[in-house]
């Protein structure tokens, strides 16, 4: 066998591990992809040339029960990356990837962890196409089944049928009108063409960015962050009112109705939670899952100043737009003088989980202040503070003097995609100001 055989042998073994790493299971194309989550249940493929051979349909009409939704995958590696979830003008990163093959099943599959929220998405993947599921631990048994394609830049359809409205503008809405559920909400809207995007405020915050199309005498708006799967829909009446329908995952659907109005206004967010007649003071002593002891207002570190409560819970994305503005105001604010204390509520009876969830939100959201353990949500939210008269939202902020009496109390929160959102920074950054002088 002569040295030059040998020698293109070699070169040819070489190529074809080469061939081999460039082409291997955990590369998915870099790009736009559109995701499915699909409320009416759906049945996955049954073996990988199944999957192949059954891509995600490209929809060219609304499908209802389906909420669509889009990211960018990019790649920080040659086979690492992440994805930006795109919920009109939010961009949510998401790292926290896994990806393997399974040679017993020959499947190629990847997890995808919201880690704040303690949720998932487990799925096979073949060529550009993504199937499984998306799974809410705190839910029990709770899945819905999700689909992707890569290369798809539409969100709920391609047709472009004439707006029989521009929606644009505010709107006086009632979910569940006519029963003992109805609450009140103010749709905004902004409307280009058949694109739409905007919110709905209530008086315990706001339903996020929200996006999506408006079709002839219908229009529909949709949002996935990993924590809310949020679909709306509604038809134009001949009166120009809305009519329509709201689903929440697979676990909660309801009706809504609405009608233009500029000047449609909600309860103050400080009229709404108070404390009980008898309590003056603000008092409570849970644990810090960081530190690893228990803290209370009367502490050393908290002596002789005012202070902010934050009622929240890591499971609530109004709570971490709160949580997001908090740090960046002490950022933005180096000689602040009030503390601050976060006090979670964390679903389920797990408190080691909770302590976990805690830790992580702290480190991926960079809180410089503490947040203590105070239980879970509901009922016992109502025992752990019990000078509370009830507990009406998460987020709430609670603001005390320097010897702890109640001084105002902040219900709910506007987030960023409300036009409420810069008031807000305004009325906080006055009232800290004076708070501490």
């Given at each position: ?70 990211f ?5 590696g ?46 096979r ?29 539409h ?49 315990t ?64 967010p ?53 949580t ?11 000689d ?54 009830k ?47």
């Amino acid at each position: 066998m002569s040295k030059n055989f040998l020698l293109l042998l070699l070169i040819a073994t070489l190529f074809s591990n080469c061939i081999e790493e460039i082409n291997s299971y955990n590369l998915l194309p870099p790009g736009r992809w559109r995701g499915l989550l699909y409320l009416e249940q759906k049945q996955p493929a049954a073996s990988k040339e199944a999957l192949q051979e059954q891509p995600v349909p490209n929809i060219e009409d609304v499908t209802e029960g389906v909420l669509p939704f889009l990211f960018d995958l990019t790649y920080t590696g040659d086979s690492t990356f992440y994805i930006e979830i795109i919920n009109g003008d939010e961009r949510i990163r998401v790292d926290h990837i896994q990806t393997w093959h399974d040679k017993a099943t020959n499947h190629d599959s990847i997890r995808i962890d919201f880690p704040i929220y303690d949720t998932y998405i487990l799925a096979r993947f073949a060529e550009g196409i993504i199937q499984g599921q998306w799974y809410v631990p705190s839910r029990g048994k709770y899945s819905i089944p999700f689909e992707a394609e890569f290369g798809q830049n539409h969100r709920f359809t391609t047709v472009r049928k004439k707006p029989l409205a521009n929606l644009s503008g505010r709107w006086a809405t009632t979910f569940a009108p006519g029963t003992e559920d109805e609450f009140a909400a103010i749709g905004e809207f902004q409307q280009n063409g058949n694109h739409l995007k905007g919110t709905f405020a209530t008086e315990t915050g706001d339903f996020r960015f929200l996006e999506g199309t408006v079709q002839a005498d219908k229009m529909y708006l949709s949002c996935f962050d990993g924590s809310h799967a949020f679909l709306f829909k509604a038809k134009i009446m001949p009166d120009s009112s809305l009519s329509g329908s709201f689903q929440s995952g697979i676990h909660y659907q309801t009706n809504w109705i609405a009608r233009r109005d500029p000047r449609a206004q909600l309860r103050h967010p400080d009229s709404l939670t108070f404390l009980k007649p008898g309590y003056q003071q603000f008092n409570f002593a849970f644990f810090d899952p960081v530190q690893g002891d228990t803290l209370s207002l009367n502490d050393p570190q908290f002596a002789e100043r005012p202070k902010i409560i934050q009622i929240m819970g890591t499971w609530c994305p109004n709570c971490r737009d709160e949580t997001r503005f908090l740090v960046e105001y002490l950022q933005e604010h180096p000689d602040f003088k009030p503390a601050i204390i976060g006090l979670s509520f964390e679903k389920g009876q797990d408190t080691n989980k909770a302590f976990r969830l805690i830790r992580t939100f702290k480190e991926k959201m960079n809180v410089p202040y503490p947040v203590l353990y105070a239980g879970p949500p509901g009922p016992p939210a109502a025992q752990a503070l019990p000078m509370l008269q009830k507990i009406v939202s998460y987020p709430t902020l609670i603001f005390l003097d320097k010897d702890n009496r109640v001084l105002r109390i902040h219900t709910g929160f506007y987030g960023p995609a409300t036009a409420e959102y810069q008031e807000f920074i305004r009325e906080f950054d006055r009232y800290v100001q004076e708070l501490g002088q």
